[in-house]
């Protein structure tokens, strides 16, 4: 009986092995997570490998997988791939790019250890590394460092490295690309976006030859990213790259334009075991209806299409909403400023300087209690916030916080200074902002979408809530942007802000 055992054992292992050496989905649960637990696979992960093996057999040679974050995408293009393909092939080379030198490193390290674990020498026995930390090329020598790696007796490589860094003096048999861009500031920055493209086809384009294949997975940031341009690129010209796209949505909402191989009905879950549709409905309304469109369904659309705010998402639910008195159990009080000072002489279309008091509540929810936005010269700028904060600190005793930008530069930080002197006596905030208008109002924008956002009954609601509406396609955003300055202000360290969740 022990006998039969062993052999029923020896059998399944090599059934496993045979598995491992024909399919990356076998590789993949004979290796193991590479968090060193069993890899067990969803609908999705069987249907990404089924393209992945049709890319390591050249029958795809331009493949995107466009998936939501945390599902495994990067485990099985960035980490079981290029070592299953260098098990198949010792001499192919590949080049695997991602947005971040430090990631890339990363990726490679954890391919090195799949080459150098048991499970690997039992299905690849012929694929090995040099057992060395090497780092120049030296006769006898195989290269392995955090860059690259050689395999030993072979030609085969691997290099890897992070988006906009040069890749010279090689060509490449596959190329992966995990994630070009890092996060919503350099997806909204034109400039990212440029860099990224122009990475594509000055560097890493050029490291092709006519049987080169290039998988392309990431998480859709915006509408005119790297996957976006190619996907025009394609379109518009037929000599170009053609690709075969899997778009995988976090939930299942538009049956008409589903991968075939989609098994799922409306509304169910990608990977309801790990990402529940109970818990992608909390998720939606953290990240606000922007981020779900783009991060979660792989929808990334223009942002002046309305996705920000909209006046149909405030609550309509008895003491909610819009609020004729202010509610008792406001705990935190930020007015934020948005500050462009104009010469008298210059009124035309110039820029406002606006202020937006914020207040969050004990329930969590927060209220827009009192907007400001005027053309002012440089002299009444100083002179409206002062009077402006010595009224909110007489109607609520306790006092506000007022915070306002600093330019850059010295000129910049002496007026921060300047006007921190000026408002002695209150509670006064000031720093330097990092990214465009956009992504700092996306905290705010979030709660708004989710109806948490109450505003008091004022002659100014229709002019704030229009120009939140053309937001950030509208000619002006001070009133946007003061009130994501005082939103962040008042999620600073807190689960409410934005830039945590991400």
């Known amino acids: 009986m022990k006998r039969d055992k062993e052999l029923d054992a020896a059998l399944a292992k090599l059934s496993a ?34 393209k992945l093996d049709q890319f390591v057999n050249g029958n795809i040679k331009r493949l995107m997988i466009f998936t939501r974050p945390q599902v495994g995408k990067s485990e099985l293009t960035s980490r079981k791939l290029p070592a299953y393909i260098l098990g198949k092939n010792p001499n192919a080379r590949i080049i695997a790019t991602s947005y971040s030198p ?9 391919v090195q250890k799949l080459i150098d674990g048991d499970e690997y020498k039992d299905i690849f026995p012929n694929t090995q590394l040099s057992g060395k930390n090497i780092v120049t090329v030296a006769y006898g020598n195989y290269k392995r460092n955090s860059q690259e790696f050689e395999i030993v007796d072979n030609y085969g490589s691997y290099r890897c490295a992070g988006t906009g860094q040069g890749i010279t003096g090689m060509s490449a048999d596959y190329i992966i690309i995990d994630d070009p861009l890092k996060s919503r500031e350099e997806a909204n920055s034109a400039v990212y976006r440029e860099k990224s493209w122009s990475w594509y086809t000055d560097s890493l384009d050029t490291r092709k030859h006519n049987d080169t294949g290039i998988v392309l997975t990431c998480t859709r940031w915006h509408e005119d990213d790297l996957p976006a341009r190619l996907l025009k690129q394609a379109k518009n010209d037929p000599e170009a790259d053609q690709w075969e796209v899997i778009i995988l949505p976090a939930e299942m909402d538009d049956i008409e334009n589903k991968h075939p191989e989609d098994p799922r009905k409306t509304g ?91 207040g969050k509540r004990k329930n969590g929810r927060f209220i827009v209690a009192d907007v400001t936005n005027q053309q002012l010269s440089a002299n009444d700028v100083e ?15 306790y006092g506000v916080t007022v915070k306002y930008p600093q330019d850059p530069g010295q000129a910049g930080k002496a007026q921060a200074q300047r006007l921190a002197s000026l408002l002695s006596g209150f509670n006064v905030k000031y720093e330097t902002e990092s990214g465009d208008k956009a992504t700092r109002a996306t905290p705010f924008a979030a709660q708004w979408q989710a109806g948490n956002v109450d505003i008091l009954l004022a002659p100014w609601n ?18 946007a942007d003061a009130s994501g300055t005082s939103f962040n202000e008042l999620a600073e360290n807190q689960e409410d802000s934005l830039m945590s969740w991400l």
Not at 102 to 110: K, Y
């Open 17 to 50: 092995i045979h598995e491992a050496q024909n399919n990356l989905l076998g590789f993949a649960k004979y290796t193991g997570a590479s968090n060193g637990k069993e890899f067990i696979a969803n609908w999705h992960h069987e249907l990404i490998c089924r």
């Open 102 to 110: 430090t990631l890339a490193e990363s990726m490679n390290r954890d």
């Open 268 to 358: 169910e879950a990608l990977w309801e075991a790990m990402h529940s549709s109970e818990s992608q409905i909390s998720t939606r309304r953290t990240v606000g209806a922007y981020t779900w469109e783009a991060m979660y369904q792989q929808r990334p659309t223009p942002k002046g299409g309305g996705h920000y705010f909209k006046r149909t998402q405030i609550s309509t639910t008895p003491g909610e909403g819009f609020l004729e008195f202010i509610p008792a159990d406001v705990e935190k009080w930020v007015r934020g400023w948005d500050l462009a000072a104009t010469p008298e002489d210059e009124r035309g279309d110039a820029a406002y300087t606006a202020s937006v008091l914020i």
């Open 383 to 397: 002179k409206t916030m002062y009077h402006t904060s010595a009224q909110d600190k007489a109607k609520y005793g």
């Open 462 to 479: 229709e002019e704030y809530i229009t120009q939140l509406e053309q937001f950030p396609s509208g000619k002006f955003k001070d009133m």
